[in-house]
């Protein structure tokens, strides 16, 4: 623009000097139908350069508009931009510190950049399911896209609604190459979905991938026999692959104490008494149970706390056993003795039945508070 300018005034300045040279002073006729303007080669000259110069000032003027147009548009978006990205990056902060509040705060009523939204769905309902507001994850889960579905398969198993993913979850886990995480994502479904059938078909598997450990089974087993009906407990148990019971076994031990059927159960318990590393277990199972009858089980654990005192998990179990017989005094004294700071948690709930039904609310208080 400039260099064409220039080349305009040259012209113009050729025009304005030209009369002198041959002495003219020049002049100049336009005329446009009615129109006519005159003058001297002069003035046209100066004319000519005011236009220009004025043409070239406009345009100037409008290159600037234009360009703060694009700053300040530019800028927005940037800014924009930028508080999408702050808020995804907030979110993941505060899942990693477990502060689903902040985590709700920064992205519930923020949007975020389009390739976000469903990794901002997917915390969204992480953060609900921790809340324990299930429905409200399933409505975030809902909004992820059908081709990230899967991705978020462990938030649709915790929030019990595992209809959506099912068909497409049993395709990867009947891979040859499935991986442990999609064989056990599958193993829990089946278990959500009470397909007890498929699920006897597909522990096999799971055994021999060596997908689970000893607590992944425990997890598992737990939640198959709690779906159970108690008239069921023992039918399921015995459908099991012979190299599976041992995996189910403490799990189906606990279900049956709980479902009140001690006596039915009451060998399998005195044989884990002879076994030191499955006390921890039976202290765990009769802390579940209802009332029940396995007399001969408390004598045996008696006889054997009379060599050894100090075993605070037969002790534990004594006092679980003591209060499913309505023993309650006795239940008491057991667990003045095998309380402490590691168990008094877990077995809160037992110590206090004893100590509220033994005259003894003031105990049952203080483990309250």
Request: net charge positive; with cysteine; charged share 25%.
């Amino acid at each position: 623009m400039i260099r064409f300018l220039l080349i305009i005034i040259a012209i113009a300045v050729c025009l304005g000097i030209a009369p002198f040279f041959i002495d003219q002073k020049g002049y100049v006729l336009i005329a446009f139908n009615k129109t006519t303007i005159e003058g001297t080669i002069w003035g046209i000259t100066a004319l000519l350069i005011l236009a220009f110069a004025a043409l070239f000032l406009l345009y100037k003027l409008c290159r600037y508009v234009i360009s703060l147009y694009s700053h300040t548009r530019h800028g927005f978006f940037a800014r924009s931009e930028e508080r999408k990205q702050a808020a995804i990056e907030q979110g993941v902060w505060s899942l990693i510190n477990n502060d689903y509040a902040q985590l709700e705060l920064a992205l519930d009523n923020n949007s975020v950049a389009d390739k976000w939204s469903d990794i901002r769905y997917a915390l969204l309902a992480k953060a609900a399911l921790a809340n324990n507001e299930s429905e409200k994850a399933v409505s975030y889960l809902d909004k992820i896209s059908q081709d990230k579905q899967l991705k978020v398969a462990n938030l649709w198993i915790a929030s019990g609604e595992t209809s959506t993913i099912f068909a497409d979850l049993k395709a990867l886990a009947e891979r040859k190459k499935a991986t442990s995480l999609e064989l056990k994502m599958y193993a829990h479904v089946l278990v959500k979905e009470q397909k007890w059938a498929s699920l006897n078909d597909f522990m096999p598997r799971l055994l021999r991938k060596k997908t689970l450990s000893e607590q992944e089974w425990q997890q598992l087993f737990d939640s198959y026999f709690a779906a159970q009906s108690n008239g069921d407990l023992t039918e399921r148990y015995e459908q099991l692959a012979k190299n599976l019971k041992p995996h189910a076994e403490v799990s189906y031990l606990t279900a049956m104490a709980k479902a009140g059927e001690l006596n039915k159960i009451e060998l399998s318990l005195i044989k884990m008494i002879k076994k030191p590393l499955q006390h921890k277990d039976l202290a765990r199972i009769l802390r579940t149970s209802s009332a029940g009858d396995a007399l001969k089980l408390q004598s045996s654990l008696q006889d054997v706390l009379k060599k050894d005192t100090e075993n605070t998990d037969l002790l534990l179990a004594l006092a679980c056993l003591a209060n499913a017989h309505g023993e309650y005094d006795l239940a008491a004294r057991v667990f003045d003795k095998a309380l402490n700071a590691d168990n008094r948690h877990a077995y809160l709930q037992q110590a206090v039945l004893s100590y509220s039904k033994s005259a003894q609310p003031e105990k049952a208080l203080v483990l309250y508070q």
